[in-house]
């Protein structure tokens, strides 16, 4: 859903100029779609152009369906990321990746499994690492400073807040029977800037 943090990944990816064109939500549902440029050896091999140093500009369409994450690009690749909460501080993940890539098809029989060890080792875990050096250090700066108020510009994010927030309020309802006051603000005063 956070697009902006392409930052993190630029090393990896040549995605840039996220912007937001469309933003729906629902109790269940987030539906973000940006518009995002493209450039570099990564677009010219998902064939998004014929050169590394072409831009192309394409819509980038991200759905959050609590916990669950899935991102699809124009028919060029997609992700799936299931979640599982186990605590208040840690989820476990399974994430699939699908990549459109323009090889001939004969070649695919002997090319597959080596294009999926190849993008898998020196691509996707790489992703993957960073996500999770990033994450890990944004919990423990919270689990550090709590009473840290942040304020958050991503309507898209503000709105996956408020998703994440109407789930653990109904999580504790089924639980306890009610969420008690003091916790629902101050679960709302951390992730709201409204």
């Known amino acids: 859903m956070d697009v902006f943090h392409g930052v993190l990944h630029e090393d990896l990816q040549g995605w840039f100029d996220p912007v937001l064109i469309s933003l729906q939500e629902t109790d269940t549902l987030v539906c973000a779609e940006y518009q995002i440029s493209y450039r570099g050896r990564m677009a010219q091999f998902l064939g998004l152009s014929d050169r590394a140093d072409q831009t192309t500009t394409l819509p980038i369409t991200i759905e959050y369906c609590y916990p669950h994450y899935r991102s699809h690009l124009q028919g ?7 979640r599982l909460p186990v605590g208040p501080t840690e989820s476990r993940s399974f994430a699939m990746f699908f990549f459109k890539v323009r090889l001939p098809k004969w070649s695919l029989r002997w090319l597959q499994p080596l294009l999926n060890s190849v993008l898998r080792r020196f691509f996707l875990l790489k992703f993957i690492a ?25 309507p ?39």
Request: aromatic residues 6%; without cysteine; hydrophobic residues 35%.
């Open 76 to 82: 060029i690749s997609a992700l799936y990321l299931m």
């Open 130 to 154: 960073q996500d999770r050096e990033m994450m890990e250090s944004e919990q423990q700066t919270h689990l550090t400073h709590p009473e840290q108020l942040y304020v958050e510009i991503n």
């Open 156 to 194: 898209a994010i503000i709105a996956v807040q408020r998703l994440t927030v109407r789930q653990y309020e109904h999580f504790v309802q089924r639980s306890s029977g009610e969420l008690p006051a003091n916790r629902r603000k101050e679960i709302l005063g951390i992730v709201s800037s409204e």
